[in-house]
């Protein structure tokens, strides 16, 4: 499985689900919140996003300053 977004092959696509803005990709979400994440950042997923597999990027919205998680269907190698 590979994760185009993680390997440079596409931009994430995501709009803000409060003003639908164009969102920045602010990489993996297990990058924020694993053991050896580099930010101590209590992140609060909701189960559906945390199930829905693939690979799941954690996004920001420019104008809100929200950010949330988007799920990036992977492909088969």
Known sequence: MLCPVCN????L???CPQCGASAE???RREDWSGPY???EITAVW???ETEAGGCTH???CPNCRIDF???VET???
Not at 8 to 11: A, R, T
């Open 25 to 27: 990709d602010e990489g």
């Open 75 to 77: 492909w088969h190698a």
């Open 58 to 60: 954690l996004a920001l």
């Open 37 to 39: 994440a580099p930010y």
């Open 8 to 11: 440079g092959l596409l931009p």
């Open 13 to 15: 696509a995501a709009s």
């Open 69 to 71: 998680v988007v799920n």
């Open 46 to 48: 909701s189960e559906t």
